[in-house]
């Protein structure tokens, strides 16, 4: 939609200086001018057949612009599932399967057509990049889709744009864009299961093994619970709790006990019973899950 956003811009700048000059010289210029202005034929097609030209065009351009990107096959498919109060994010081969989860993070190459498939199976929810396009709502029991495209590389801050609860606000994502081969090299990773914790690791991920693992997945673990976000690669996400806090080790601690204080009402509960040797061990290895 880049190009119609240009469109609209430029074109909107051009009315606008237009209109001001207008302006300027019915209030200040010969009386000649002014009289003009008040002539029928000016009014009607100023006021009438002018607007009614460009918001026509506007118009086909746009059905025309949203048919062509509609045709063209996407080179990514991407299935994002508006939770309480955090984003499931799929990726999905050729056939609809799912390749891996991840969560609050999405990832797409440069310059080429990505497809969004959008569903909620709790409240409304609307998808919004600003950056990149506009929003669109995802609703129970309903599937929208969505298109988008990165011309440039970069981090572009997504968000919930529909009130969905206490914890609305605090419900963003990003898209990154990278290069087609760089993008490729992330999905190879991606699809990894998770490093064998090693034994500086090990009473971490025992930890949690025991407290989180009926809630979180960690491919290549025993850690294979649903309700809350896939963890497989959580220590190379950009954010934690849904673009609340930078990841690093101490957001990640801090976040494991203080969630409830960072983000009140989500479905995590608080790990403030244990020790700080324990809650470090966890985020240790949490944040080796890259």
Excluded at 45 to 69: Q, R
Excluded at 124 to 138: A, N, Q, R
Excluded at 205 to 211: D, G, K, M, R
């Amino acid at each position: 939609m880049t190009d119609l956003n240009f469109l609209l811009f430029t074109g909107g700048a051009v009315i606008f200086v237009a209109v001001a000059c207008v302006v300027v010289l019915a209030i200040w210029g010969p009386p000649r001018f002014r009289a003009g202005l008040a002539r029928p034929v000016l009014i009607v097609g100023a006021g009438i057949v002018f607007p009614l030209a460009v918001l026509t065009g506007l118009l086909l351009y746009s059905f025309n612009l949203t048919s062509s990107e509609a045709s063209e096959q996407p080179a990514v498919r991407i299935h994002v599932v508006g939770e309480l109060w955090w984003w499931r994010v799929s990726y999905l081969d050729a056939e609809g399967g799912v390749l891996f989860d991840t969560a609050n993070e999405i990832h797409i190459p440069t310059g080429k057509s990505v497809e969004i498939v959008l569903t909620s199976d709790n409240v409304i929810h609307s998808f919004w990049v600003p950056e990149l396009t506009g929003k669109l709502d995802m609703i129970p029991g309903h599937t929208n889709r969505l298109r988008i495209r990165a011309q440039a590389p970069g981090v572009y801050r997504g968000q919930c744009a529909e009130y969905c609860g206490a914890q609305h606000t605090k419900m963003a994502f990003m898209v990154q864009a990278v290069a087609p081969e760089a993008f490729n090299d992330w999905v190879g990773q991606q699809m990894r299961p998770a490093a064998a914790a090693d034994g500086r690791l090990r009473t971490g991920a025992q930890l949690f093994q025991q407290a989180c693992s009926r809630c979180h997945t960690v491919r290549g673990t025993e850690a294979r619970g649903t309700s809350g976000p896939d963890l497989t690669h959580v220590g190379g996400r950009m954010t934690l709790g849904a673009g609340v806090l930078r990841n690093n080790l101490g957001a990640m601690a801090g976040w494991i006990a203080g969630n409830q204080d960072l983000k009140p009402g989500n479905p995590m509960p608080a790990f403030r019973d244990w020790s700080g040797v324990e809650l470090l061990a966890v985020a240790r290895y949490m944040d080796s899950l890259k």
